[in-house]
């Protein structure tokens, strides 16, 4: 049985904490799919077809790395998928607890899915996409936290 894992998220835009996440399980899964969550209620700067566009960009030279966007509760994602694995970062201690509820919840909705987790690399710890999108917004240098292909 081939072991597919989700990493759920916004990626507005993808940042290199995100990068760093996806190509480090690449060797811990036969497939991960890069799923962009997309909620109405929640307005994006970026579009999802950017969005999408540059996450197929950064990972067009792993074979088992894809984009895909969803709506709806990431669990059904999974079902639809055949995922059995949930893939999150870790960065601090408040995402751990943000991280707990989800991952105890989804466990609850469904025992056959897991979340796993990894440590971000130390000097990804405090990039986010809501601070990249400050200073882009701003007009700072953003080579330091996000790839080299989104091109905003
Ligand atoms: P959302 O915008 O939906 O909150 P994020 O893009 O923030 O989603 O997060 C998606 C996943 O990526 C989460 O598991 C989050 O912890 C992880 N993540 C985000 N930034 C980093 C980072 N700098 N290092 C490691 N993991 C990260």
Request: glycine share 6%; hydrophobic share 40%.
């Given at each position: 049985?081939?072991?597919?894992?989700?990493?759920?998220?916004?990626?507005?835009?993808?940042?290199?904490?995100?990068?760093?996440?996806?190509?480090?399980?690449?060797?811990?899964?036969?497939?991960?799919?890069?799923?962009?969550?997309?909620?109405?209620?929640?307005?994006?700067?970026?579009?999802?077809?950017?969005?999408?566009?540059?996450?197929?960009?950064?990972?067009?030279?792993?074979d088992n790395v894809?984009?895909?966007?969803?709506?709806?509760?990431?669990?059904?994602?999974?079902?639809?998928?055949?995922?059995?694995?949930?893939?999150?970062?870790?960065?601090?201690?408040?995402?751990?607890?943000?991280?707990?509820?989800?991952?105890?919840?989804?466990?609850?909705?469904?025992?056959?899915?897991?979340?796993?987790?990894?440590?971000?690399?130390?000097?990804?710890?405090?990039?986010?996409?809501?601070?990249?999108?400050?200073?882009?917004?701003?007009?700072?240098?953003?080579?330091?936290?996000?790839?080299?292909?989104?091109?905003?």
């Open positions: 049985m081939s072991k597919i894992a989700i990493f759920p998220g916004s990626f507005d835009p993808i940042t290199l904490g995100h990068v760093s996440i996806v190509k480090r399980a690449a060797s811990l899964f036969d497939k991960i799919i890069v799923a962009i969550g997309v909620n109405s209620s929640k307005k994006s700067m970026f579009s999802l077809e950017k969005r999408k566009e540059w996450i197929a960009e950064v990972f067009k030279d792993y894809e984009v895909e966007s969803y709506t709806g509760l990431t669990i059904d994602f999974c079902k639809k998928t055949d995922a059995k694995y949930i893939l999150r970062g870790l960065r601090t201690a408040a995402d751990f607890e943000f991280e707990r509820g989800i991952g105890q919840v989804n466990f609850m909705m469904d025992e056959d899915i897991e979340t796993v987790f990894l440590l971000t690399e130390a000097k990804y710890t405090p990039i986010n996409s809501s601070i990249v999108r400050d200073v882009y917004k701003n007009g700072g240098d953003l080579s330091k936290l996000i790839p080299p292909e989104v091109i905003l």
